[in-house]
Each structure stands twice: as structure tokens, then as C-alpha cells.
Nanobody, 123 residues
Framework: QVQLEESGGGSVQAGESLRLSCPAS????????LAWYRQAPGKEREGIAN???????KYTDSVKGRFTASRDNAKNTLYLQMNNLKPEDTAMYYC?????????????????WGQGTQVTVSS
């Protein structure tokens, strides 16, 4: 089992940047697949970035070129660098982890979640 806790959210202006962190408690952290999700009010939870054990990444189209997911296995921490933020990026952001995942963008495939951190982008 792994515990996750996001931090780094906040309120920013459009065009600014934020960096989210998600440290985890696990002795086998390097074996986990990781992902970032977000959920805006009234919308479903959306997978936005995935990073596998080997560091390979995938992104949903709306964040490609602006967001970068990375992991530091020595620190048991997942990151999300968000640049050029837009008002439509406003949401609660969650990190997720699991040992084996099928379709990464399907929230039902992840067993471990953090509590979320709010990101608000104003125009």
C-alpha cells in the first residue's frame, strides 16, 4: 500500500506557472506507475499525465507542451510542472499510483490516490 499527498496548488494568473509535488510513502516506490488527474466542478476526473516505472510519459492533448510530469525515485516524489496556465486548467489536481495499470487515463484503474490540491487560474 502507498500513501500520497499532493502539494503546490494555488491561485495564479493566466500564463503563470505552478509546480505540484506528490511525495509517497512506499519502500517499493520505483515499481509504481504514476499519474496526475484533475477534476473541475461538475466534470469527471480527467487523466492528464502518466509516468511509468521507466520514466516514459504520456499526456492528454490539452496539456501537451505545457505540463511536464517527472519522478524522483530517490525522494519517492512525483512532480507536475505546469507552465502557461489557462483558466480552463482550474481544477482539483490529484496524483495516483498503482503497480500495474491498464488504460492509464481510466480513473477506475488506479487504487491509490492523494487528497488533491486546488489550482485556480484567473484570466
Amino acid at each position: 500500500q502507498v500513501q500520497l499527498e499532493e502539494s503546490g496548488g494555488g491561485s495564479v494568473q493566466a500564463g503563470e506557472s505552478l509546480r505540484l509535488s506528490c511525495p509517497a510513502s512506499s519502500s517499493t516506490y520505483s515499481r509504481y506507475c504514476l499519474a496526475w488527474y484533475r477534476q473541475a466542478p461538475g466534470k469527471e476526473r480527467e487523466g492528464i499525465a502518466n509516468i511509468n516505472e521507466d520514466g516514459t510519459t504520456k499526456y492528454t492533448d490539452s496539456v501537451k507542451g505545457r505540463f511536464t510530469a517527472s519522478r524522483d525515485n530517490a525522494k519517492n516524489t512525483l512532480y507536475l510542472q505546469m507552465n502557461n496556465l489557462k483558466p480552463e486548467d482550474t481544477a482539483m489536481y490529484y496524483c495516483a499510483a498503482d503497480v500495474q495499470v491498464g488504460r492509464w487515463a481510466d480513473a477506475a484503474n488506479w487504487n491509490y490516490w492523494g487528497q488533491g490540491t486546488q489550482v485556480t487560474v484567473s484570466s
